[in-house]
């Protein structure tokens, strides 16, 4: 249908990335199965490297089923000429069940896209930034995992589990931008842009939706860089003008020493920006922003 981008190729890094079709979603199970379960439960939040099983897209488009990923787990675990630990297995059979959650959820409240789930969250005083919001969608916020998880998602339509709630808690919390900006990106970015789990885990995130984080977690960027890529190898990846630096310095670049900076080729505000905004203001007007909109 001659519908594939050319000029421009805007397409290249999703094609390096994904391969659709349903015997390519077969081969893709069988590899988490054979390769990446064990450890799933522990390693799920390490960004760096294939931590994940990556199936979001070919359950998305109906290329594999949830039943059929369901029985290949078990049957896999059952036959595995080593012993895979049963808590692997389970936290990966949950996150289906909280895929079937959500639809449920979604066949529940047919407006989750565009109302809070929590009507409290009517009166939030959400800002209009567009600068900010751009800043966010480019990864140019400063924050080196905030900004890699957008390039990530830019280049190759996806973005690890664990950074797009980091992402979703910056924008919703840091930001203090309206939380259904940030699903509709996801939506037009995403290769696995599931309408249900999209918005459940935008709300969840924001503090709006069922059983939902509180909105007072706000996520610090920097500690959860240094936890969940304690390396910088995800850092570096995406965010390559870093990758000189030393690790430390990798994931609050502001902190580093001007010798620091000078020997990585690091120039604050010209070849990275500095940070949007700090994490204390921004952790405190959040709560305000909160605390006004509740009474």
Not at 78 to 107: C, N, Y
Not at 143 to 148: F, G
Not at 244 to 263: G, I
Request: glycine share 6%; with cysteine; proline share 7%.
């Amino acid at each position: 249908m001659a519908l594939l981008p050319k000029t421009p190729d805007w397409a290249a890094g999703l094609r390096a990335e994904w391969h659709p079709g349903e015997e390519k979603a077969q081969d893709y199970l069988g590899a988490f199965l054979n390769d990446t379960l064990e450890g799933y439960a522990t390693l799920r939040d390490r960004p760096a490297g294939v931590s994940t099983s990556r199936l979001s897209p070919y359950l998305r488009f109906g290329h594999l089923s949830p039943r059929q990923v369901w029985h290949a787990t078990k049957r896999a675990v059952q036959t595995a000429s080593h012993e895979i630990s049963l808590a692997d297995q389970d936290k990966f059979l949950s996150e289906l069940g909280w895929r079937d959650f959500a639809w449920s959820l979604l066949f529940d409240r047919p407006d989750l896209a565009s109302t809070n789930f929590r009507p409290e969250f009517d009166a939030m005083r959400w800002l209009d930034e567009p600068d900010m919001f751009t800043a966010w969608a480019r990864g140019q916020t400063g924050y080196p995992l905030v900004d890699a998880g957008m390039r990530q998602l830019w280049i190759t339509g996806w973005m690890h589990n664990r950074v797009r709630m980091v992402v979703a808690s910056f924008l919703t919390k840091h930001l203090l931008i309206d939380w259904r900006k940030g699903a509709r990106w996801f939506d037009d970015t995403l290769v696995d842009a599931d309408p249900a789990s999209n918005v459940m885990n935008w709300q969840w995130v924001a503090g709006s939706g069922v059983d939902a984080a509180p909105y007072f977690r706000v996520m610090n960027p920097v500690l959860q860089s240094e936890k969940f890529d304690p390396d910088g190898e995800y850092i570096k990846k995406f965010v390559p003008e870093l990758r000189h630096l030393p690790v430390r310095a990798l994931h609050a670049p502001w902190q580093a020493s001007p010798a620091e900076l000078t020997r990585a080729g690091v120039r604050l505000g010209e070849t990275y920006p500095c940070p949007v905004v700090e994490h204390r203001f921004a952790r405190e007007r959040a709560l305000a922003a909160w605390k006004a909109s509740t009474g």
